[in-house]
């Protein structure tokens, strides 16, 4: 496409220029109902999975319906909600915390017709484009992260394995049949960009093998003591190598027994990529939470060590989710989170009830606090 200039000079970039103006606030967007009764909010009803109305001390009423976001859309898509906000909302709608879509109206009467609209809408494929639901006890959108799709340092996909889940799920994305709310997220490598360390499920993108080393240039790309002080467990040091010409460069060696894999020195330094096809897989984590509802908030756990990348459907991760989601389901209490249960119950039966394989990997063997997650008890169940 022909060069269409937006206005700005490139031969006087500074000038013109607006800056540290902020977000547009916040309640420049709001829908009448929610400005006038903003504060005054008396309670909430779910009246179905996906809709919720507050009454206000005013009397008024604001009724609204989630629906399943995919997080990564097109404008079209984003168009086509403009579209429906501006016939059912009067143009308004918010997006949640968890990328879901609400769309609001002050009266009952707007509910059935906004609904039957979202509803009847699909993509080419068959997938809904406006799934109605993801409130109270059941599962909704998962949290996640780039993958494949813009990062350099994923372990696996973002988009892909949560298309994969959510199918797997769907049923109580639009269902409040579980003892409580539980949480899904991803992340594609351990950064854990996001939810993944608090979640009571989580899928995580995973290594199995150490950096390659490219000599050659490690030198000219990296800020080689920074490359070192981003290892974990200091396998990184530096080194002098002679190149196959005989040229003697700067670079750093990899202690392979005592790299795990983490890729933080790939991070740092271009010159260190571990990225691997049969290498790279999925963990699973469970028993995160960050409600200090009833118990205080929770890490996640890795109970699962790996499962290979499985593109495009992730076959064995999602019915190793679905598992643990139908052993909580029919075994926890009423509101108790999958951690919760886990930690009454006893991880040791925990792993029975979900049928999942204990292996040495799950057993920390991170510096001294490793040793407050062994057992120091002679209270465990055979
Ligand atoms: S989790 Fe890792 S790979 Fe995924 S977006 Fe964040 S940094 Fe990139
Ligand atoms: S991948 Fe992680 S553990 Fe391995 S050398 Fe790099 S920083 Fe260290």
Not at 158 to 171: I, P
Request: with cysteine; net charge neutral.
């Amino acid at each position: 496409m022909a060069f269409i200039s937006s206005g700005y000079n490139p031969d006087k970039p500074m000038e013109n220029r607006i800056t540290d103006i902020g977000p547009r606030k916040y309640d420049e967007f709001y829908p009448a109902v929610i400005a006038k009764n903003k504060g005054k909010w008396l309670y909430h009803e779910i009246l179905e999975p996906g809709v919720l109305v507050h009454v206000s001390e005013t009397g008024d009423e604001v009724y609204t319906v989630r629906v399943g976001g995919c997080r990564l859309m097109s404008v079209t898509h984003i168009r086509e909600i403009c579209e429906i906000a501006d016939k059912h909302c009067d143009g308004h709608i918010r997006f949640t915390t968890r990328n879901n879509i609400e769309f609001m109206v002050d009266s009952k009467d707007k509910l059935q017709p906004l609904k039957d609209d979202l509803s009847s809408r699909k993509f080419p494929g068959g997938s809904l484009k406006f799934p109605i639901g993801g409130t109270g006890a059941g599962i909704t959108n998962i949290i996640h992260t780039q993958g494949w799709i813009h990062c350099h340092t994923p372990a696996t996909d973002a988009s892909g394995t949560v298309k994969a889940t959510m199918d797997v799920l769907f049923s109580d994305f639009q269902d409040m049949r579980l003892p409580a709310h539980l949480r899904v997220s991803m992340a594609c490598c351990l950064n854990m960009c996001g939810a993944v360390h608090c979640s009571d499920i989580a899928i995580l993108g995973y290594h199995r093998k150490p950096p390659m080393l490219d000599h050659e240039y490690l030198d000219k790309m990296c800020e080689i003591p920074l490359a070192i002080a981003a290892c974990p467990t200091a396998a990184v040091k530096p080194a002098k190598i002679e190149l196959a010409d005989g040229t003697k460069v700067n670079s750093v060696s990899v202690n392979k027994e005592r790299c795990m894999f983490c890729g933080n020195c790939y991070t740092m330094c271009p010159s260190m990529p571990l990225a691997d096809d049969v290498g790279d897989g999925i963990v699973l984590m469970v028993g995160g939470k960050v409600s200090n509802r009833i118990s205080n908030p929770k890490f996640s756990k890795v109970v699962v060590a790996f499962i290979p990348n499985e593109q495009p459907r992730w076959p064995t991760m999602t019915a190793t989710i679905k598992r643990i989601v139908e052993a909580y389901a029919k075994d926890a209490n009423k509101y108790e989170r999958l951690g919760e249960w886990a930690e009454r119950i006893g991880w040791e039966r925990f792993f029975e009830k979900c049928e999942l394989e204990f292996t040495h990997h799950l057993i920390d063997d991170f510096r001294d606090p490793a040793y407050y997650t062994w057992r120091q008890t002679s209270n465990f169940k055979f």
